[in-house]
Nanobody, 117 residues
Framework: QVQLVESGGGLVQAGGSLRLSCAAS????????MGWYRQAPGKQRELVATIGPGGSSNYADSVKGRFTISRDNAKNTVYLQMNSLKPEDTAVYYC???????????WGQGTQVTVSS
């Protein structure tokens, strides 16, 4: 069973910053694509950002220039630095891991991010 442990969510005012963390195993960090997704009330889950094993990253247009995904393989942790937060960023944020060879995808439990106006 793949375990992803998220932390760092909370309540912040518009314009503020938060950093989300996702702890995984060393094996997952070595081989898997790691990502952050979010789901707002009444909406579908959507991609926020992904980062490959080699460090290549991809972002949703809505967060480009404001969010940064990174990985620290020594700490087996993936981060999502969120700056210039907007009320529309309010959602439950989920950590995801995806292994290309098996097409297996696993999810964390989610962490709530609320941005007040």
């Amino acid at each position: 069973q793949v375990q992803l442990v998220e932390s760092g969510g909370g309540l912040v005012q518009a314009g503020g910053s938060l950093r989300l963390s996702c702890a995984a195993s060393a094996t997952i960090m070595r081989w898997n694509v790691m990502g952050w997704y979010r789901q707002a009330p009444g909406k579908q889950r959507e991609l926020v950002a992904t980062i490959g094993p080699g460090g290549s990253s991809n972002y949703a247009d809505s967060v480009k220039g404001r969010f940064t995904i990174s990985r620290d393989n020594a700490k087996n942790t993936v981060y999502l630095q969120m700056n210039s937060l907007k009320p529309e960023d309010t959602a439950v944020y989920y950590c995801n891991t995806y292994l290309l060879s098996t097409r297996r995808s696993d999810w964390g439990q989610g962490t709530q991010v609320t941005v007040s106006s």
